[in-house]
């Protein structure tokens, strides 16, 4: 009689069941929503306005530096840097003279550390208004200069993706956001729920029941049901999460008054601009929903979600199976827990690292490769699919990847089922990696 | 009778030892075995053999006159090891009713054995407690409950009694008997040998995985007894010498004698008769269990056992 059923039914109940579990299902989205709508708040607060006093030695910083929303430049008398403060400037502004063609260093100092970005944005001025002196010396008058600039503010660039004689939109910034955000989740995912599936076999181990289970069940149907109970407590957490992020955004969208969704609406029906030749303008907000909603809509999400489904199940059967054979390794002692894992975690923070660098550059070898061995594949992989298929991917480095992917877990799995089924009833010996190998290889 | 088990020249190596070594014994239905041994003798090896959970190397388990597969006779065995093993963070009743669908009984079927032995044994409040939340010895007496719960044909017990009370022990041991009556047959593993004494019909003793000794308990104290007796008198003569006996012990008017080879309990007797002695008791001294097992296991090498490598394999 087949007990898998059983045991899968078992692993998963107990855990669903488990307060902490709908806890943390609940509370994990929540959090994440709170932790971006906090980090953009304090990115949109943190950005404190810069009043600068300019002390400007040559004097014709004066006309060509020119301030922004958060940065503005004075140019008062009698101000240095023992009174900036008190005469309500943030920072101060020293200018030396030029002297020929040397490159000038210029002072910034400010009771506040200034920040990566205000900085570069004030280099970006200065050399504004020096190039703009630059030209005024050839004698380019003032108000060309003012109608250049004008000019120069229309392009915007728009990638498109050529394939075949049809021509559609390419996004850059957002495959890089859904590559990168699958291959974290998967990443996240692997590591939780691989630990689970050995600290659940550590706690049969320990607690001496797989004596008494495997007396009725066999050492791989317990290691079998255990971890595709755990991997469908995986998925569960997974659809919940998507329907409490589904739920929260619909509300959200409860929240924008309703002539602006109208408006979504007509932008959604004319392809991105308003009927009626100008007539009529769409609100600002209006057109931010709707460029984000064409944005999402570029992307093909079946196959995406699809893929990720596939890659996370791949990925997480690939590595709860070494898992749960480090968790029968391990003995009373939690921490050669720590150190059998290592050749585990080696491999996924690796393949971690692989990601980030694919999610910029989907094409590089290394990419490629460890987008097909199956040590890596789940997580590079989803980052180069949300580049396209069969674009950046193609048709058969996925099927290659997908059927390695497929062998790589029947492998690990039946390597494991090997040294689980000695290690879980083993006590006593300090198991290290070679016995682990023994037993993988020995005759049954 | 016919067998319920029978064990054909069982051998299992490790890397390291030994764990059994050719060891053949036949287990009569209905009955109470006694499987003993020192420490590291491997009856564990032994028992994991029959439950299915290691293959023997070499030789052949006969089960109720079948050979033993483990995929279908697992069922029909409840194993209850020495290591307690339950878990700690499931509620019993639950824990309880899993276990027995793992041993192949339905769920309706395995909901009225554990209400029937939960009642039996008084342990109906515990259905929603958590494992962790009982003592050494509830635990065991669940334990207990979970091994017999299916009705197995051959019960496994390793050390039933560690950490029971004596109201509890002798609570479990009657089930043991009624499960007996009722037809299961009981390996039962110890090292309490007054239990052994007390309850076992037949005994083996493995050491160092060999068996050394084999038979009933009345049969194995009568193959070691020594001819002692113990004779009780109205009044001990200041001097006794006869050449059929050796005077071991006095103590007040009871005396321990052993009979030299050649003479029988009768010819001591008429030697106290003769001298018109009144003799008030006589008795013969067998060797407790616990005598036996230490006579035979001291000495040899089990305590370093673990240490011996094996050279062919």
């Known amino acids: 009689m087949n007990k898998i059923p059983l045991v899968i039914q078992r692993e998963y109940l107990s855990r669903v069941k488990n307060k902490r579990f709908i806890l943390t299902t609940i509370l994990t989205p929540l959090l994440i929503v709170g932790f971006i709508a906090g980090a953009t708040f304090l990115s949109i607060q943190g950005k404190g306005s810069h009043k600068i006093a300019v002390v400007d030695g040559n004097g014709f910083f004066k006309d060509n530096l020119k301030g922004s929303k958060d940065i503005a430049f004075e140019f008062p008398q009698g101000v240095d840097t023992t009174n900036y403060v008190a005469k309500g400037y943030s920072d101060i502004l020293l200018i030396p003279k030029f002297n020929g063609n ?164 007509t932008l959604q029906q004319h392809g991105g601009a308003m009927p009626g030749g100008g007539m009529m303008q769409a609100s600002e907000s209006a057109q931010k929903i709707y460029d984000v909603k064409h944005t999402f809509a570029t992307a093909n999400w079946p196959l995406i979600i699809g893929c990720f489904i596939f890659y996370f199940i791949g990925g997480y059967l690939f590595y709860a199976a070494l898992f749960a054979a480090v968790g029968s390794m391990v003995n009373e002692d939690p921490q050669d827990a720590q150190s059998l894992m290592l050749p585990i975690t080696m491999p996924i923070i690796f393949s971690f ?92 | 009778m016919s067998n319920m088990l029978e064990l054909h020249n069982l051998k299992k190596y490790f890397a390291t030892q030994k764990a059994v070594d050719d060891v053949s014994f036949n287990i009569a239905k209905g009955s109470i075995f006694g499987l003993l041994g020192p420490n590291g003798a491997g009856k564990t090896t032994l028992i994991r053999m029959i439950t299915g959970i290691f293959y023997p190397d070499a030789g052949d388990i006969i089960f109720d006159g079948q050979k033993f597969s483990p995929s279908n006779d697992t069922v029909k065995i409840g ?60 635990q065991q ?120 080879t050649g003479f029988s309990s009768n010819d001591v007797l008429r030697y106290f008769l003769d001298q018109h002695i009144t003799i008030e008791a006589f008795n013969e001294i067998l060797p407790s269990l616990n005598e036996i097992f230490i006579s035979l296991v001291e000495g040899t090498k089990a305590k370093t056992r673990a240490f011996q490598p094996v050279e062919n394999q």
């Not at chain 1, 460890?370 to 396209?388: D, E, N, T």
């Open chain 1, 102 to 265: 040397e490159k000038t260093h210029y002072i910034l100092r400010s009771k506040k550390s200034i920040g990566m970005t205000t900085q570069d944005k004030i280099e970006e001025k200065i050399n504004a208004a020096i190039e703009d002196k630059s030209l005024q010396d050839q004698g380019i008058s003032r108000a060309r200069l003012d109608s250049i600039h004008k000019g120069s503010q229309f392009a915007e660039l728009k990638a498109e993706q050529q394939d075949g004689d049809s021509v559609k939109e390419s996004n850059q910034g957002l495959a890089y956001g859904i590559g990168f955000a699958s291959g974290m989740l998967i990443y996240i995912t692997m590591f939780i729920y691989g630990a689970m599936v050995m600290r659940g076999v550590m706690e049969e181990k320990t607690n001496r029941i797989a004596e008494v289970i495997v007396s009725s069940v066999k050492p791989f149907q317990l290691m079998m049901g255990k971890i595709v109970g755990i991997g469908a407590v995986g998925l569960t957490q997974f659809f919940m999460w998507i329907l409490l992020i589904f739920a929260l955004t619909t509300a959200a969208q409860a929240f924008v008054p309703h002539d602006v969704m109208e408006q979504v609406k």
């Open chain 2, 141 to 260: 007496k669940l334990q207990f409950v979970i091994t017999v719960l299916h009705e197995p044909k051959l019960i496994i017990l390793d050390e039933p009694f560690s950490g029971l009370d004596p109201v509890n022990a002798n609570l479990i041991k009657d089930e043991i008997y009624g499960l007996a009556q009722r037809g299961s047959t009981i390996i039962f593993s110890t090292h309490r040998m007054e239990q052994v004494e007390e309850i076992c019909d037949h005994i083996v003793l493995v050491n160092l995985g060999k068996k050394i000794l084999d038979g009933t308990v009345h049969d194995v104290r009568q193959q070691f007894k020594e001819n002692k007796f113990s004779i009780k008198l109205r009044e001990v003569p200041a001097n006794i010498s006869n050449p059929s006996f050796v005077v071991d012990e006095i103590k007040a008017n009871a005396l321990t004698v052993r009979i030299n």
């Open chain 1, 353 to 444: 690292i692989i990601m980030t660098n694919a999610v910029q550059d989907p094409n590089t070898p290394i990419a490629v490769w460890a987008s097909i061995i199956p040590f890596s594949s789940p997580m590079v992989m989803m980052a180069r699919i949300a580049y396209g298929v069969p674009d950046t991917v193609t048709y058969v480095q996925l099927i290659t990847s997908m059927l390695s992917l497929v062998a790589g877990f029947l492998f690990t799995t039946w390597l494991s089922g090997k040294i689980y089924r000695t290690g879980i009833l083993m006590y006593g010996k300090k198991a290290t990696w070679k016995t682990m190998l023994k037993w993988a290889f020995a005759k049954s």
């Open chain 2, 79 to 138: 194993y209850m090891p020495e290591e307690r093993g339950l878990y700690k963070k499931m509620k019993i009743g639950e824990q309880a009713l899993y276990l027995a669908q793992l041993k192949g009984l339905s769920r309706s079927d395995a909901m009225a054995k554990i209400k029937f032995w939960f009642k039996r044994l008084e342990m109906e409040s515990w259905w929603n407690k958590k494992v962790e939340d009982l003592s050494k010895g509830m």
